[in-house]
C-alpha cells in the first residue's frame, strides 16, 4: 500500500526540530536524535515492507521502533508483554507476520522470517529515513482470559482525535500508568510526540517509585485507569507529582475516585474520557462528575457520533479501527458503521451514566445486576478505597451478590465489622434488594490487570 500521509516521524517534524525526549526507569532519548540514530542497530530497511512483530521488554525501546517503523514496515503488531506464550502462534498466524523486532540481548520467543534486535540507545543510522507505506497498526485487546483480537487501525485513525484539537501553547511532558503497546497508552504516547516529552512507566514498578521518577521530571499531564489511581490514592503518594492536568480511562469513574483525585489536585483540570481499541476515543469529561453530558448523544455536526440503542453505547468515529484480523474474525462495525461498545448505559436527569459491561451482569433470579451499580454506592462510603462486586452460586436464586472491599486506612477507619454494616445499610437505603450484597468481606487488596483494570471473574 503507498504511503498517503505522512509517517510517525514525519508528522512529528511538521513542527520543526523536535525538542521533546523519551524517559525510561533508566535511560532517556531526545527525539532529535532519531534524525541520526537508531535503536534497530541500523537493520531498519530489512523490514520495510513486512509485517513485524514488536515484542520487546522495555517501552522505551518498543517507543523509538514504533517511530522508526511507521512508513516502514507494512504492518507493525503491538505484542503486550503478558501475552500468554500460547497465543502467539495465533497472532503471528492472523498478522501474518514475516518479521519481528525483539530485545537485542535476548533470543526471541518467536523465530519469524527477519529478526531484528533493538535496544533502549541509539546508533548511527544506516540509510536516511524514507516513508514508502501506510502503515497498518496491529492492537491486541486486553480480555482477561481467551486469546485476544486483533485490532487493526492506522495512523491516521490513531491520531483522529489530536486533530481537532488545539496545539499547545507550551511544551507538554506526559506520563501515564498505561503501557504503550495497549490503546489507553498508545494514545498518551501520540500525544506527547506532538506536544513535547513523555515519562514512561515500568511494568514492575512501585506506583510510589514511579510517580517520584514523574515528578522529577516535572510532569505537566498524566493519565491512568480508576484502579491505577485508585491505588495511588491508597499508597498516600500522590504528593509527589503536581500536575496541572488528570486524565483517567479503561473503566468507569465513580465519585469516588474523582472526588479523591480533586482533593489530591485541586488545581488541576481532572477528566475522565471513554474510548476503547476498536471504536478509538469518544469523548472528554472535565466537569468532575461521574457519567457524561445527554447532550453528547446523536450531537449535530459532531466529529463522533454517539447513540445508545438496547442500552448499549454505539459509536462511529474516524478513530474507529478497520477490523479486526484473522480467519473468522468478528465483524467489528456494523454496515452503518457504528461499532457496539458493549458498554451498558442509563440516562438519568440528562446525563449519561455507565452500568457496566454487557457481558458481566449477575443474574439474581432473573433480575440483572450490574457490578459497577453496587460498587459506586459502596465506593461512596468515606473508609473504602475501592470494592469489587460478584456473583457466588446460589440454589434457588442461580447467583447472589458478594462483594469484596478495600479500606483506605485500616490502622484509621473503624472495625471492619462497622464498615461492613454501614455498606450493607447504605445499600439497602440505595439499591434495589437483589442488588444489595449477601456477603461483604473486607480484603487488603483487589487483583489489577496488566492493562490497569480491576479483575473481574469471566471478564
Not at 485507569?225 to 500536575?243: F, Y
Not at 478505597?385 to 472491599?405: F, H, Q
Not at 490502622?411 to 444489595?436: F, I, M, S, Y
Amino acid at each position: 500500500m503507498a504511503s498517503d500521509g505522512p509517517s510517525l516521524w514525519e508528522s512529528i517534524n511538521l513542527r520543526g526540530a523536535p525538542a521533546g525526549r523519551l524517559q525510561g526507569p533508566g535511560a532517556a532519548v531526545a527525539l532529535a536524535d532519531l534524525a541520526r540514530g537508531s535503536a534497530l542497530q541500523g537493520r531498519l530497511e530489512e523490514l520495510r515492507d513486512r509485517s513485524v512483530l514488536l515484542a520487546v521488554r522495555e517501552q522505551l525501546t518498543a517507543a523509538l521502533a514504533l517511530i522508526e517503523l511507521d512508513g516502514v514496515a507494512r504492518r507493525m503488531v503491538l505484542c503486550t508483554p503478558d501475552l500468554a506464550t500460547q497465543h502467539l502462534p495465533g497472532v503471528i498466524r492472523d498478522a501474518q507476520v514475516d518479521a519481528s523486532v525483539c530485545d537485542a540481548d535476548s533470543v526471541p520467543e518467536a523465530q519469524v522470517g527477519v529478526a531484528v534486535g533493538a535496544q533502549p540507545r541509539l546508533a548511527p543510522a544506516a540509510t536516511p529515513r524514507r516513508n514508502s507505506v501506510r502503515t497498518e497498526w496491529i492492537l491486541l485487546t486486553s480480555g482477561t482470559t481467551g486469546a485476544p483480537k486483533l485490532v487493526q487501525h492506522s495512523l491516521t485513525s490513531l491520531t483522529a482525535v489530536l486533530a481537532t484539537e488545539p496545539a499547545p501553547s507550551a511544551a507538554l511532558t506526559w506520563s501515564t500508568f498505561y503501557d504503550i503497546r495497549r490503546y489507553g497508552g498508545l494514545q498518551i504516547f501520540l500525544r506527547a510526540l506532538h506536544a513535547g516529552s513523555l515519562v514512561l512507566s515500568a511494568r514492575e514498578e512501585e506506583v510510589g517509585d514511579f510517580l517520584a521518577r514523574a515528578g522529577q521530571a516535572g510532569i505537566t499531564h498524566i493519565s491512568g485507569t480508576p484502579s491505577h489511581w485508585r491505588k495511588a490514592l491508597m499508597s498516600g503518594v500522590t504528593a509527589r507529582i503536581d500536575p496541572q492536568y488528570v486524565r483517567l480511562s479503561g473503566e468507569i469513574p465513580d465519585q469516588a475516585v474523582l472526588d479523591g483525585l480533586h482533593a489530591a489536585y485541586p488545581q488541576a483540570i481532572l477528566a475522565h474520557a471513554f474510548a476503547s481499541t476498536e471504536a478509538g476515543v469518544a469523548f472528554e469529561v472535565r466537569d468532575r462528575r461521574a457519567g457524561f453530558p445527554q447532550g453528547l448523544l446523536a450531537a449535530p455536526h459532531a466529529q463522533v457520533e454517539l447513540r445508545i440503542q438496547d442500552e448499549t453505547l454505539q459509536i462511529r468515529s474516524p478513530g474507529t479501527a478497520t477490523r479486526y484480523l484473522g480467519e473468522g474474525a468478528p465483524v467489528l462495525k456494523g454496515a452503518d458503521g457504528f461499532v457496539d461498545t458493549g458498554d451498558r448505559v442509563e440516562v438519568r436527569e440528562g446525563r449519561c451514566y455507565f452500568m457496566g459491561r454487557r457481558g458481566g451482569v449477575i443474574n439474581v433470579g432473573g433480575l440483572k445486576v450490574h457490578p459497577e451499580e453496587v460498587e459506586a454506592v459502596i465506593n461512596a462510603h468515606p473508609a473504602v478505597r475501592m470494592s469489587l462486586v460478584k456473583a457466588r452460586r446460589n440454589p434457588i436464586t442461580g447467583a447472589v451478590v458478594t462483594a469484596e472491599v478495600v479500606l483506605k486506612d485500616p490502622a484509621a477507619a473503624p472495625d471492619g465489622a462497622t464498615v461492613v454494616r454501614e455498606v450493607t445499610e447504605a445499600c439497602k437505603r440505595l439499591l434495589a434488594a437483589h442488588k444489595v450484597p449477601a456477603m461483604i468481606r473486607v480484603v487488603p487488596s483487589l487483583e489489577v490487570s496488566a492493562s490497569g483494570k480491576l479483575v473481574r471473574p469471566n471478564a
